[in-house]
């Protein structure tokens, strides 16, 4: 494939329409994709179109699948600082003595959120999701 989009994604012309060529090798092979999903490129070509290396997922699978930062540390089984088992923490509030310690984007597990909070002798406030 010649043309690419500025993404990197193969791309054609219908009725001088602009069509994404995996998308259109994906319906026209495989069946439909409904407006709420996306394609995942198996392969992690973007102008692949072989529809085996193809698949309809949400859009939130389709970025934790991918290389960004974000998805990098979901898929992340243990804590970075203390070597936990990783739970997703998402830190609600903490005062200035605990931002010294931690930075409010920091990923860190319950675990050693409670080390830190110790530290500075006081309580975090944490949403936990204990699902992972």
Do not use: W
């Not at 996306?38 to 309809?56: A, G």
């Not at 979901?74 to 310690?101: D, I």
């Amino acid at each position: 494939m010649r043309q690419r989009d500025r993404d990197g994604y193969g791309i054609f012309s219908v009725d001088t329409r602009p069509v994404k060529a995996h998308r259109y090798s994906y319906t026209r092979l495989v069946g439909t994709i409904s407006a709420d999903m996306t394609i995942d490129h198996l392969c992690r070509v973007k102008s692949c179109v072989n529809p085996q290396h193809l698949e309809v997922v949400t859009r939130r699978e389709n970025v934790l699948r991918s290389k960004t930062p974000a998805s990098r540390v979901y898929r992340q089984t243990h804590c970075p600082a203390g070597g936990h088992v990783r739970k997703t923490v998402e830190l609600v509030g903490y005062s200035q003595s605990m931002s010294e310690s931690l930075q409010p984007t920091q990923n860190v597990c319950v675990e050693c959120l409670h080390e830190i909070a110790g530290a500075c002798d006081e309580s975090p406030v944490v949403s936990a999701d204990t699902s992972k």
